[in-house]
C-alpha cells in the first residue's frame, strides 16, 4: 500500500521568505510539490476596503473550505482541478495540483482556520522584524506605498497571522540569507521525515 503523503505547512508574515523557500525546496527534486494557498484567494471585487484601500490581508478572502478539500484529495492521493487565482491580474486560470510524497503548503494564514490547520502533519513558522518584512516587500511589490504596507498588510497580519504562530512546531528566523534560512527548514523536514518514516515503519 502506498504511503500517506506528508503535509508540512509552511506560514509566516509578508516578507518573511515563505514562498521562496517552498520554491526552492520544491525544486530540488519530485518528492516535493509546492502548494500555494494564494491560489485559493476568493474573487477580487468581493475584497473589503481599508482606509481607502483594497484589504488582501483578511482570512474571509481565502475560501479555506476550498483549500481543505483540495488537500484532502491531495493527501488521498488524487490529483485536484482547481481555478487558481492570479494576484497580478486579479483573474483565474486553471490548474492541476499534483499528489506526491511530501506536499509543502506556503500561505500567510495558513494555520488561521482549523479545519485546514488540523490536515498538518507539521508546521514551520517563518519570522522576521517588522522593519525587514517592509523593505522586503516594497522591494517586490511597485504598485503599493509604504504606507499601505504600514496602514494595513501589516497591521492586519499582526491582528490575523501573528496569533497562529502559536500553532507552529517550529519558528525559523528569516532575518538573514535566504540560503540559511532554506538549510534550516530543510534540516527540520527532513529530521521530522526520517523520524516520522521510522515511527511509520515500527
Request: glycine letters at 4%.
Amino acid at each position: 500500500m502506498t504511503a500517506r503523503p506528508f503535509l508540512i505547512a509552511l506560514t509566516g508574515p509578508s516578507g518573511s521568505g515563505k514562498t521562496s523557500v517552498a520554491r526552492l525546496l520544491a525544486a530540488e527534486g519530485a518528492q516535493v510539490s509546492h502548494i500555494r494557498a494564494d491560489d485559493f484567494y476568493k474573487d477580487y471585487d468581493t475584497f473589503p476596503k481599508m482606509g481607502g484601500w483594497i484589504n488582501w490581508d483578511v482570512p474571509e478572502n481565502i475560501d479555506f473550505e476550498a483549500l481543505r478539500d483540495s488537500l484532502e484529495a491531495l493527501r488521498s492521493g488524487k490529483p485536484v482541478h482547481i481555478s487558481a487565482f492570479i494576484k497580478d491580474s486579479r483573474e483565474r486560470t486553471p490548474k492541476t495540483l499534483s499528489p506526491s510524497p511530501v506536499l509543502l503548503v506556503e500561505g500567510f494564514l495558513l494555520l488561521y482556520d482549523a479545519s485546514v490547520r488540523d490536515l498538518f502533519d507539521l508546521k514551520i513558522y517563518i519570522d522576521c522584524p517588522r522593519e525587514v518584512q517592509i523593505e522586503r516587500r516594497l522591494q517586490r511589490d511597485k504598485i503599493h506605498p509604504r504606507e499601505h504596507i504600514e496602514q494595513v498588510v501589516i497591521p492586519q497580519y499582526e491582528k490575523y497571522g501573528l496569533p497562529t504562530r502559536a500553532y507552529a512546531d517550529h519558528v525559523v528566523s528569516s532575518e538573514g540569507d535566504l540560503d540559511a534560512t532554506v538549510s534550516e527548514v530543510r534540516k527540520i523536514i527532513a529530521d521530522y521525515l526520517k523520524r516520522t518514516k521510522v515511527e511509520r515503519a515500527s
